[in-house]
């Protein structure tokens, strides 16, 4: 959002996990498009970096305890309360804690399959939100909300938001987050099985 020019002001997470992001200022079709598919495009990205940064338990510890800190920092600075419910940045952040904990207190392989396990979910991040993704329309809070991301994807490619066009840009984020999956597991897998040949 901050690079499209859009601006980002703050993030809302309601107690049924969804969430909306808000922008500063409006901006044109190209812009909306790389909003829409930053979250479905760029989060499997960030867990096939958090799988490459972990092979091993120090380096484990270290990418969790990065990962906590940023979710702390998060939920501390723009996740905010929504009519006085404090349960977004207190969820953000006691997540953030309870993974800086782990980095310290788990054995060092529960260590790195806690790290390898959260960047799987985030790679797979449009799969688990295959439901938002194909539905008419969101719910927020609870309340019916804006279109989904997909929708907004396709208002801004195609112009429409007929089902064909939503349902385009679904399964192409679909495809995307196993795509990124199979690559990062097979480069961890190859990692693996290339440290386990090197002469002790």
């Known amino acids: 959002m901050t690079i499209t020019g859009a601006g980002f002001d ?14 500063v200022s409006s901006v044109g079709n190209a812009a909306t498009a790389l909003i829409a598919a930053a979250g479905y495009m760029g989060t499997p ?84 939100d295959i439901r938002v993704l194909f539905r008419p329309s969101q719910v927020v809070g609870g309340v019916v909300a804006d279109d989904s991301d997909a929708h907004n994807m396709a208002r801004a490619t195609f112009g429409t938001t007929e089902h064909w066009a939503v349902w385009t840009w679904a399964g192409i984020w679909l495809a995307w987050s196993l795509v990124v999956l199979f690559v990062a597991l097979w480069l961890s897998g190859r990692s693996t099985r290339a440290r386990s040949r090197a002469p002790a």
Do not use: K
């Open 10 to 23: 703050h993030v809302v997470i309601y107690r049924d996990t969804s969430g909306l992001a808000y922008r």
């Open 45 to 128: 990205l960030w867990g096939a970096l958090l799988f490459a940064v972990s092979p091993t338990p120090r380096a484990a510890r270290w990418a969790l305890l990065v990962l906590g800190a940023l979710l702390v920092g998060t939920a501390l600075t723009v996740v905010a309360e929504v009519n006085g419910d404090a349960f977004g940045p207190w969820a953000i952040g006691v997540m953030g804690a309870v993974i800086a904990i782990a980095a310290v207190a788990l054995p060092d392989r529960w260590r790195v399959a806690t790290a390898h396990f959260i960047a799987a979910q985030a790679c797979i991040n449009a799969l688990l």
